[in-house]
């Protein structure tokens, strides 16, 4: 079982700056991928951005050049520079953890909210 617990995040005008990390423990396996996802109000859960082990990133195209996904592997943490914050990036943000075996597993934390005022 791997627990994730996100910190970083707050209320923000926008055109401002927050950066969220997550950190995983208990894994017996190496993590693949991690990523962040978000939720907002009355909305699905989408993928906001993604990092191999290997390093390799995916971004969404609503905040491509505007966030940065960045991944320590040794600490197994996950961190998320938003930069240039736009009220409709409010929401929650997850922290999310694939870990394969003979199965993909996924991991999620609890959430962190991000509000940008206008």
């Known amino acids: 079982q791997v627990q994730l617990v996100e910190s970083g995040g707050g209320l923000v005008q926008a055109g401002g700056s927050l950066r969220l990390s997550c950190a995983a423990s208990?894994?017996?396996?190496?993590?693949?991928?991690m990523g962040w996802y978000r939720q907002g109000p009355g909305k699905q859960r989408d993928m906001v951005a993604s990092?191999?082990?290997?390093?390799?990133?995916n971004y969404a195209d609503s905040v491509k050049g505007r966030f940065t996904i960045s991944r320590d592997n040794a600490k197994n943490t996950v961190s998320l520079q938003m930069n240039n914050l736009k009220p409709e990036d409010t929401a929650v943000y997850y922290c999310?953890?694939?870990?394969?075996?003979?199965?993909?597993?996924?991991?999620w934390g609890k959430g962190t909210p991000v509000t940008v005022s206008s």
């Open positions: 999310n953890a694939k870990v394969v075996t003979v199965a993909t597993y996924n991991y």
């Open positions: 990092i191999t082990s290997g390093g390799s990133t």
């Open positions: 208990g894994s017996r396996f190496s993590i693949n991928a």
